[in-house]
């Protein structure tokens, strides 16, 4: 069965660089979730997209940016890289009407800055 | 406002041992989702558990199962004959029907020795 795709599935960059993250849902999925997990920490959540609208938003930084496409697929923007966004992004996607089931998540994207 | 609670950080076992996480919720939702994911060394977060909370019956699928207690609100999770292969870290997560964001907890890393 098809998964939630992320890539890259590692990410180095520097400091004050940006950084652009994809997922990419499992078809027909029309929600997608946003995580962030740092080092030895539980995941975050981020922000969440349905029908290519943003449905809600958690403790993200304004540095952060993120869209879903008419293709369902999300990007996640990150500009102006600190040390501290060194961390495990995760992307989950779920139709709607089965949220209550839980969601999907993508394999993750490990970002480092150095 | 939602929170879990995972008291144990660690826990050590030899194979074969059984194994159970704590898990402890707080939510002014009356209808919420609990769930249990395993985050292996690869990092990726795979999916074990999913209860409501109008559903306490307890089941026990393979070598896992889960005792879901309302009047307590805990959620525990027992390893049968453990594995070295169930070594991960553990988090325990809730949701509610509003926004579907999941609230994890801090996680329980669990080692198995041979």
């Known amino acids: 069965a098809a998964g939630v795709i992320q890539s890259p599935r590692h990410l180095i960059k520097e400091k004050r660089e940006t950084a652009t993250l994809k997922c990419y849902p499992i078809?027909?999925?029309?929600?997608v979730y946003w995580y962030q997990q740092g080092p030895g920490q539980d995941p975050q959540f981020l922000i969440s997209f349905y029908e290519k609208m943003q449905s809600d938003k958690g403790s993200i930084p304004d540095r952060f940016s993120a869209q879903q496409f008419s293709d369902y697929h999300s990007e996640l923007n990150m500009s102006s890289l600190e040390l501290g966004d060194s961390a495990l992004y995760f992307c989950?996607?779920?139709?709607?009407?089965?949220?209550?089931?839980?969601?999907?998540f993508g394999s993750g994207t490990r970002l480092t800055v150095v | 406002a939602q929170k879990v609670t995972q008291a144990q950080t660690e826990i050590s076992v030899v194979e074969k041992e059984d194994v159970t996480l704590d898990c402890v919720y707080e939510?002014?939702?009356?209808?919420?989702?609990l769930f249990w994911y395993k985050q292996p060394p690869s990092g990726e977060l795979v999916f074990l558990i999913r209860?409501?909370?109008?559903?306490?019956q307890n089941e026990i699928s393979g070598r896992y199962s889960w005792n879901f207690q309302k009047s307590t609100s805990s959620f525990n999770f027992t390893i049968t004959a453990s594995q070295v292969v169930d070594s991960a870290v553990y988090f325990c997560?809730?949701?509610?029907?509003?926004?579907?964001?999941?609230?994890f907890g801090a996680g329980t890393t669990v080692t198995v020795r041979a």
């Open positions: 939510t002014r939702d009356t209808t919420y989702y």
């Open positions: 989950a996607s779920a139709r709607t009407g089965d949220l209550n089931y839980g969601y999907t």
């Open positions: 997560a809730l949701s509610s029907p509003n926004d579907y964001k999941l609230s």
């Open positions: 078809p027909r999925h029309d929600t």
């Open positions: 209860r409501n909370s109008f559903d306490e």
